[in-house]
T-cell receptor, first 114, second 111 residues
Framework: NAGVTQTPKFRILKIGQSMTLQCTQD?????MYWYRQDPGMGLKLIYY???????DKGEVPNGYNVSRSTTEDFPLRLELAAPSQTSVYFC?????????????FGPGTRLTVL | GENVEQHPSTLSVQEGDSAVIKCTYS??????FPWYKQELGKGPQLIID?????GEKKDQRIAVTLNKTAKHFSLHITETQPEDSAVYFC??????????FGTGTSLTVIP
């Protein structure tokens, strides 16, 4: 199993540009998450999904959008990039509620908005 | 929503000594408390976890304790080694599987 994979690893955007961060998991997990990690801070939840076709907002959803058309994929979309979105983005997946809810993280995408 | 506080933010110990990191949480509905280790340039990796119906759990040199009444939980690393140097995060999860993270502790083990 590859686990959770994210692309790209690094990206520089100009203000106002858009991009999609890709996330794929091959563990058949129902739950998937997107977090951002700012320097010296913990992870903040942006969006999460409990299954294909279902998404919900986390703590910091403004400026982002997600979709979940398949169990495996959970892309994160930035429509109008702003300097405040400079961060490291982590995707994670976990087993359904009731089982051991261990989260598995991808390696992250480092995004800089200039 | 849930608020997780973590202390200290940095910790330096001599190799072989013990390290303790403490977290508090606010939501009494939280029922799962994982600890993650994050090495430079990598995603967090689970090292140990505990459910709310358990008071203590141990895995070799790592242990976690939970006090539900006081709403705090702690990570204990004994016989620290240089490879334990990393950033450690605590987290609290509610029955809806939403995770709330502490701000991290940068642990340095001095050889």
């Amino acid at each position: 199993n590859a686990g959770v994979t994210q692309t790209p690893k690094f990206r520089i955007l100009k203000i106002g540009q858009s991009m999609t961060l890709q996330c794929t998991q091959d563990m058949n997990h129902n739950y998937m998450y997107w977090y951002r990690q700012d320097p010296g801070m913990g992870l903040k939840l942006i969006y999460y999904s409990v299954g294909a076709g279902i998404t919900d907002k986390g703590e910091v959803p403004n400026g982002y959008n997600v979709s979940r058309s398949t169990t495996e994929d959970f892309p994160l979309r930035l429509e109008l990039a702003a300097p405040s979105q400079t961060s490291v983005y982590f995707c994670a997946s976990s087993y359904p509620e009731g089982a051991r809810p261990e989260q598995f993280f991808g390696p992250g995408t480092r995004l800089t908005v200039l | 929503g849930e608020n997780v506080e973590q202390h200290p933010s940095t910790l330096s110990v001599q190799e072989g000594d013990s390290a303790v990191i403490k977290c508090t949480y606010s939501d009494s509905a939280s029922n799962y408390f994982p600890w993650y280790k994050q090495e430079l340039g990598k995603g967090p990796q689970l090292i140990i976890d505990i459910r709310s119906n358990v008071g203590e759990k141990k895995d070799q040199r790592i242990a976690v304790t939970l006090n539900k009444t006081a709403k705090h939980f702690s990570l204990h690393i004994t016989e620290t080694q240089p490879e334990d140097s990393a950033v450690y995060f605590c987290a609290a999860s509610n029955p809806g599987n939403q995770f709330y993270f502490g701000t991290g502790t940068s642990l340095t083990v001095i050889p």
